[in-house]
């Protein structure tokens, strides 16, 4: 069985950070692409952040570049977003999402930035 769970959101201030943890199971985690997405109020689904498969190359949306940094351990099946300086417009739900051969998605996870 396939499981993408998503964790680490939460209530946090203007200018405070986040880290957020996908653990996988059920599929060959080292042969997919992980990414980040999120999808806020009103707004379209977003990619935030892509990880290739072994980890050596990232790519951002230019909403979150230097701010937010991707990375993954392929040992331990996860992959994380660690979100710094975040703004209200970084609320949404994240999620996160597996792509190779077939894809595969998380719940999400609420992340709310107010003061």
């Known amino acids: 069985q396939v499981h993408i769970v998503e964790s680490g959101g939460g209530l946090v201030q203007p200018g405070g950070s986040l880290r957020l943890s996908c653990a996988a199971s059920?599929?060959?985690?080292?042969?997919?692409?992980m990414s980040w997405y999120r999808q806020a109020p009103g707004k379209e689904r977003e990619l935030v952040a892509t990880i290739t498969k072994s980890g050596g190359s990232t790519n951002y949306a230019d909403s979150v570049k230097g701010r937010f940094t991707i990375s993954r351990d392929n040992a331990k099946n996860t992959v994380s977003l660690q979100m710094n300086s975040l703004k209200p417009e970084d609320t949404a739900v994240y999620y996160c999402?597996?792509?190779?051969?077939?894809?595969?998605w998380g719940q999400g996870t609420q992340v709310t930035v107010s003061s």
């Open positions: 059920g599929f060959t985690f080292s042969s997919f692409v």
């Open positions: 999402n597996a792509r190779g051969f077939l894809e595969f």
